[in-house]
C-alpha cells in the first residue's frame, strides 16, 4: 500500500445460487485462477478467482446505452440500480466466445468491433450476471493518440 494509492485489491463479490456451476464456469471456462476458497456452516462457501489485473470503469448513462449499443445494438443492460456488468479482457475473443457458451453461457451479442478497437462480446454468464469478453486491437499507446481518448485531466 502506499500514500498515493491506498487500495491494493478490487474484490468484486457475486452472490449465485448455483454456485458450483458459477465456479465451473469462471474457472474452468474463463480460466480464472482459484486463490483460496473456504466452506462453513449452514453450507456456506466461497471461492476467491484472481485476475492478473483490475480496473474499474466508471460510466455514466449515456456511455452505457452508447456500449449496448455498440456490443449488442439494443439496450441489454440491466435497470441503472442494478447495472454490473463484468468486462474480461483475452487474447482471442471469438475463441473465448466459443469456449463460454460451451460452458453454459448465453450469447447476447457476437465478437463485434467496437469505434474504440476493441472486439467485443457480451454473454449471460451461469450465476446471473451479464459479461463481456473483449481484445483490444491497438495498443494503449495507439488508442491514446486517437481524439476522444485520453485521461480525464489531459481534458
Not at 14 to 26: I, P, S
Not at 127 to 154: M, P
Amino acid at each position: 500500500m502506499t500514500d498515493s494509492n491506498p487500495v491494493t485489491q478490487l474484490r468484486l463479490i457475486v452472490e449465485t445460487e448455483d454456485f458450483d456451476a458459477a465456479l465451473a464456469f469462471y474457472r474452468d471456462a474463463l480460466g480464472l485462477s482459484e486463490q483460496e476458497s473456504f466452506e462453513g456452516e449452514g453450507g456456506a462457501r466461497v471461492s476467491i478467482l484472481t485476475v492478473p489485473l483490475a480496473t474499474l470503469e466508471l460510466s455514466n448513462p449515456a456511455q452505457i446505452r452508447l456500449i449496448d449499443d455498440v456490443e449488442v445494438g439494443k439496450p441489454s443492460s440491466r435497470p441503472y440500480q442494478l447495472s454490473i456488468r463484468v468486462a474480461f479482457e483475452v487474447a482471442d475473443t471469438a475463441a473465448m466466445t466459443d469456449r463460454l457458451e460451451s460452458a453454459g453461457a448465453t450469447v447476447v451479442a457476437p465478437p463485434t468491433e467496437t469505434p474504440w478497437r476493441s472486439l467485443n462480446s457480451r454473454l449471460e454468464a451461469p450465476g446471473g450476471l451479464q459479461i463481456t469478453a473483449f481484445q483490444e486491437l491497438d495498443t494503449l499507446e495507439e488508442r491514446k493518440a486517437k481524439a476522444g481518448f485520453g485521461t480525464s485531466d489531459a481534458r
